[in-house]
T-cell receptor
Framework: DVKVTQSSRYLVKRTGEKVFLECVQD?????MFWYRQDPGLGLRLIYF???????EKGDIPEGYSVSREKKERFSLILESASTNQTSMYLC?????????????FGPGTRLTVL | AQSVAQPEDQVNVAEGNPLTVKCTYS??????LFWYVQYPNRGLQFLLK??????LVKGSYGFEAEFNKSQTSFHLKKPSALVSDSALYFC??????????????FGRGTSLIVHP
């Protein structure tokens, strides 16, 4: 069974802390994504990676950075957490193989910044 | 540019009745269309997709969706709703990889509530 795992389901951090959210997929997918989900706003793309060490900014990259040193792992970094980054964070992966276009999502990390 | 609209924030239906969750899209070229479901405190799960071919697509848990090119719609349907179908549903669109992007655009989601 294909899987995308995220390092934490729930996380509580303080304002100003550096926060690492880890995502691992076991499907050998080329593409990986980080979204945040807020009520009424749907999913908003933070960053996208289409290959190791490659990244592209999404719709809301400010205050975030990412790292992809290995194909299976995509990390989201909050350099200095702020209360407006309290949200649900979802990681996803997909392949470029034709006909297999859907995304596979992790269970999400609910981050609270105090 | 590509966009998706889910015009209803919430859909209420009685158990056993048919359900429809609406989605319209805007995209240059041929669309790839997707439906995902999210149960409480979970990530999104893929339900079904339209890439090409038959306009009626069947997916998981008895759901189906109809691609209508003239109306630029991709509504999600089920003939008989179950209480366990209550969840948040997301429609997504993207363009084909060649000349396009692997990044889909999601709608804001529709909360489906099935009453016993």
């Amino acid at each position: 069974d294909v899987k995308v795992t995220q390092s934490s389901r729930y996380l509580v951090k303080r304002t100003g802390e550096k926060v690492f959210l880890e995502c691992v997929q076991d499907m050998d997918h080329e593409n990986m994504f980080w979204y945040r989900q807020d009520p009424g706003l749907g999913l908003r793309l933070i960053y996208f990676s289409y290959d190791v060490k490659m990244k592209e900014k999404g719709d809301i990259p400010e205050g975030y950075s990412v790292s992809r040193e290995k194909k299976e792992r995509f990390s989201l970094i909050l350099e200095s957490a702020s209360t407006n980054q309290t949200s649900m964070y979802l990681c996803a992966s997909s392949t470029r193989s034709r006909g297999l276009d859907e995304q596979f999502f992790g269970p999400g990390t609910r981050l609270t910044v105090l | 540019a590509q966009s998706v609209a889910q015009p209803e924030d919430q859909v209420n239906v009685a158990e056993g009745n048919p359900l429809t969750v609406k989605c319209t899209y805007s995209v240059s070229g041929n669309p790839y269309l997707f439906w995902y479901v999210q149960y409480p405190n979970r990530g999104l799960q893929f339900l079904l997709k339209y890439i090409t071919g038959d306009n009626l697509v069947k997916g998981s848990y008895g759901f189906e969706a109809e691609f209508n090119k003239s109306q630029t719609s991709f509504h999600l349907k089920k003939p008989s709703a179950l209480v366990s179908d209550s969840a948040l549903y997301f429609c997504a669109v993207r363009t084909p990889p060649s000349g396009g992007s692997y990044i889909p655009t999601f709608g804001r989601g529709t909360s489906l509530i099935v009453h016993p």
